[in-house]
Nanobody, 126 residues
Framework: QVKLVESGGGLVQAGGSLRLSCVAS????????VGWFRQAPGKDRTFVAA????????YYADSVKGRFAASRDNGENTAYLQMNDLKPEDTAVYFC???????????????????WGQGTQVTVSS
């Protein structure tokens, strides 16, 4: 089982940037796909981004294309989500998640992920 811990959230003005980190630890770490999701108050948890094992492939929700960028450093067991040009509608708790086995691409459903972090709050003021 993999433990995931997100960090990097906070309060930022519209148009600003934040970088989220997701650090994995555990006995055996196999992060074939790392996904990012978010959940705003009163809303469903929605897909944001995913990155493949090698980092060569990324996939983004339409709402964040051109603004967010996923990356990963396998040597540090860490995934990142760079968020630029933030908007008030980006306000949410952000979660990272991992698929620990080989699977199809892209993976956008929350039920397809095996491990989850506890989330980090991102608040964008107008």
């Amino acid at each position: 089982q993999v433990k995931l811990v997100e960090s990097g959230g906070g309060l930022v003005q519209a148009g600003g940037s934040l970088r989220l980190s997701c650090v994995a630890s555990g006995r055996s770490i196999n992060l074939y796909v790392v996904g990012w999701f978010r959940q705003a108050p009163g809303k469903d948890r929605t897909f944001v981004a995913a990155i493949s094992w090698s980092g060569a492939s990324t996939y983004y929700a339409d709402s964040v294309k051109g603004r967010f960028a996923a990356s990963r450093d396998n040597g540090e067991n860490t995934a990142y989500l760079q968020m630029n040009d933030l908007k008030p509608e980006d306000t949410a708790v952000y979660f990272c998640a991992a698929v620990d086995h080989g699977s199809r691409w892209p993976i956008v459903g929350s039920n397809d992920y095996d491990s989850w972090g506890q989330g980090t709050q991102v608040t964008v003021s107008s």
